[in-house]
């Protein structure tokens, strides 16, 4: 299966999950490289490293993220911009791209990162705003949590939040209530 694609491979057709088989028909001389999960780890381990730079509350979480609490050092660097271009350049040296948001937990700097990259929400009053916008088919659900909310005519996460628990609970489970 794709795990991960370039842009010409994605502009052909080409979709993370899909099977090499269709992903080979869509895109005629693909490079296939095979994952190498060890490597992988190694260097989440050293971009975590880097990122030391700007925190010294790092936390490499695999596959791909890096989580860094900045509350301490937004001043001393001079607030979130000096430490997103920092991160950028320290990781651009490295090799790789970035996708970063800054947010009050973590579960919410994942998810800004993957929509929206470089966002910057400080206040949860913004964050509750910003995550009530998303759409449902962007939210970090389950297959199954999104097609219980979809059936009842959902559309965004605003939506489910103001659902009320109870009733979202017994259809979906508790699970569910606590993660929105």
């Known amino acids: 299966f794709v795990h991960d694609s370039d842009d010409t491979a994605r502009h052909a057709g080409v979709r993370i999950g899909q099977a090499l088989a269709a992903a080979r028909a869509c895109c ?12 992988e780890a190694m260097r989440l381990q050293t971009l975590a490293l880097r990122a030391y730079a700007f925190s010294s509350q790092v936390l490499p979480c695999p596959p791909q993220d890096i989580l860094l609490e900045v509350g301490a050092s937004l001043r001393l660097f001079g607030g979130w911009p000096a430490i997103r271009q920092g991160l950028r350049e320290g990781i651009a040296a490295e090799g790789h791209r970035l996708q970063l948001a800054l947010a009050p937990t973590p579960q919410a700097a994942r998810l800004l990162a993957r929509l929206r990259d470089g966002t910057a929400i400080a206040s949860h009053e913004k964050l509750a705003r910003r995550l009530d916008a998303i759409p449902l088919e962007d939210a970090p659900l389950s297959a199954a949590q999104r097609a219980m909310l979809q059936a009842i005519g959902v559309r965004c996460l605003g939506e489910a939040r103001r659902l009320p628990s109870a009733a979202l609970a017994r259809r979906a489970g508790l699970a569910l209530i606590e993660h929105l």
């Not at 005629?28 to 490597?39: I, M, N, S």
């Open 28 to 39: 005629a001389g693909l490079d296939v490289q095979r994952r190498d999960v060890a490597a």
